[in-house]
């Protein structure tokens, strides 16, 4: 199997049977992606596929060929933080950080959703769906916190959300 995997290229020799989530964490050691319950319903394990945020606890490896990957060791650097990280720290948005790198994988995926227009079950229009924390919160409602620090998580994607907005209006 090849995939691309945080912009390196990758071989990998893998059971047919092997989780996206087991092929980066077991055979990768590419533990940041963290597996919380294995059954798609905590979001611990969210990654971005071909720029879509998925749970690598619900996919096969083998579905992956040529398939770009980005977990949240390649979203930024200790020194290079993506805006997303960097926002959930000046926000304190985690307290145990277990179900952190899912959040930030997934705030910027769900970003990229928003920039689309895609509307969620919050929108009230359809049509053109309005940024505001409702929409943080059902759009964000696959990734669990047990340590329930979803005010300063909300926090964090609003203030990268506005300055998304605010770099394209420059740009
Ligand atoms: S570990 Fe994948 S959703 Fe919980
Ligand atoms: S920070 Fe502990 S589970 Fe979210």
Known sequence: MHF????????????VRTSLLDLLREHLGLTGSKKGCD???CGACTILVNGRRINACLTLAVMHQDDEIVTIEGLGAIGDLHPMQAAFVRHDGYQCGYCTPGQICSAVGMLDEVARGWPSHASAD???PIFNDDEISERM????????????????????????IESEQAA
Do not use: K, W
Request: charged share 20%.
């Open 126 to 128: 359809l049509a053109r």
């Open 39 to 41: 059954h798609g319903q």
């Open 141 to 164: 409602s696959g990734n669990l916190c047990r340590c329930s620090a979803y005010p300063n998580i909300v926090d964090a994607i609003r203030e990268a959300h506005a300055a998304s």
């Open 4 to 15: 691309t995997i945080n912009g390196a290229q990758c071989d990998a020799d893998i059971d």
